[in-house]
């Protein structure tokens, strides 16, 4: 389901944006590509340091669109690329996936979980 331009744009440096929808409305926060990995069930799983109000709009509305680019990866049209990810999205304190996720980033106090359903490339 993942594709593999999006594959490559992960390994590159970049910022990644995360949108949640909770009741007080839309809200994003920022990470980077080279702290998502790729589940062995193609989730993607980002560590979470912070993350509060996304946790919270998360137990609101699980969707959320995330959006992730490399101007090092050739795109549709000449270099660079970039992602719109939709999905469903949730956090997890415990249990495997958050151990993977703890052990290369000691900070983090979840992983956020996301299970994609569409991955478009729009560069």
Known sequence: MIPETMKEVLKQEGVVAIATLGSD???MVNTWNSYIQISERE????PAGYFHQTETNIGFNPQVLI??????V??????????????????????ELFEKIKSRF???RAVLVVTVQS???TL
Request: a positive charge; zero cysteines.
């Open 25 to 27: 409305g839309p809200h």
């Open 43 to 46: 989730e993607l799983l980002i």
């Open 67 to 72: 959006t992730l680019g490399s101007s090092k």
């Open 74 to 95: 050739r795109g549709l049209n000449g270099p660079g690329t970039g992602f719109l990810i939709k999905g469903t999205a949730a956090f997890h304190s415990d249990g």
């Open 106 to 108: 000691k900070w983090a």
């Open 119 to 121: 991955a478009t490339q």
